[in-house]
């Protein structure tokens, strides 16, 4: 069965430092995007890709975020100059043109640490 | 915007009996409501998903129900199985595409065998 595949598993960085946490989505999926679940939280929106561009993003997604399709596989989110609160659970996501969000495959997820 | 309450936050049945949880959703406009599964360690799966033109749907021993006017959704979950533990999320959104899913904070299910 496909999947969603991300790397790290687990990250620990210092605060203000930049990560990248990286994600394979389904090979036929056109639709990316990127979720978070802090500790004991809802699990909450981040960011759709789609067509190489941002097609929405939530308030927690402010100028500290990028993502990125930087080859024909691969689907990254950097944040930049880390803060203890982004320490989270971060959840990456795929779906085919013609589901859209409906039926969307997670990724396993990469939980973030800063310390 | 969406907004989704869950409840319980946690829930506790012998092996064999139903689970039950609730969610109810704010915005009218949305029809898609799916139901995810988290076990430990992973990250959440599609278990079972319902559209707003139909009231329940079954697959095997889980089922989703929908009542449009009150704006609540169910799980239902028949003959629980140790396996069945894990936490699950419900969520909703308006199907246009890609408009993201707006999740519940989530229900710990444990089965006691």
């Known amino acids: 069965e496909p999947e969603v595949t991300q790397t790290p598993s687990h990250q620990v960085t210092q605060m203000g430092q930049e990560v990248i946490l990286r994600c394979v989505p389904i090979s036929n999926h056109l639709y990316f995007y990127w979720y978070r679940q802090i500790l004991g939280q809802k699990v909450e929106f981040l960011v759709s890709f789609y067509n190489n561009e941002i097609s929405e993003k939530s308030e927690i997604f402010d100028d500290q975020f990028s993502v990125e399709r930087p080859d024909g596989s691969n689907f990254t989110l950097k944040i930049r100059s880390t803060k203890l609160e982004d320490s989270a659970m971060y959840f990456c996501?795929?779906?085919?043109?013609?589901?859209?969000?409906?039926?969307?495959?997670f990724g396993q997820g990469t939980r973030l640490t800063v310390v | 915007g969406e907004n989704v309450e869950q409840h319980p936050s946690t829930l506790s049945v012998q092996e064999g009996d139903s689970a039950v949880i609730k969610c109810t959703y704010s915005d009218s406009a949305s029809n898609y409501f799916p139901w995810y599964k988290q076990e430990l360690g992973k990250g959440p799966q599609l278990i079972i998903d319902i559209r707003s033109n139909v009231g329940e749907k079954k697959d095997q021993r889980i089922a989703v129900t929908l009542n449009k006017t009150a704006k609540h959704f169910s799980l239902h979950i028949t003959e629980t199985q140790p396996e069945d533990s894990a936490v699950y999320f419900c969520?909703?959104?308006?199907?246009?595409?890609?408009?993201?899913?707006?999740f519940g904070k989530g229900t710990r299910l444990s089965v006691i065998a």
């Open positions: 969520a909703a959104t308006f199907n246009s595409g890609n408009t993201p899913l707006v």
């Open positions: 996501a795929s779906s085919s043109p013609d589901r859209g969000m409906t039926g969307a495959f």
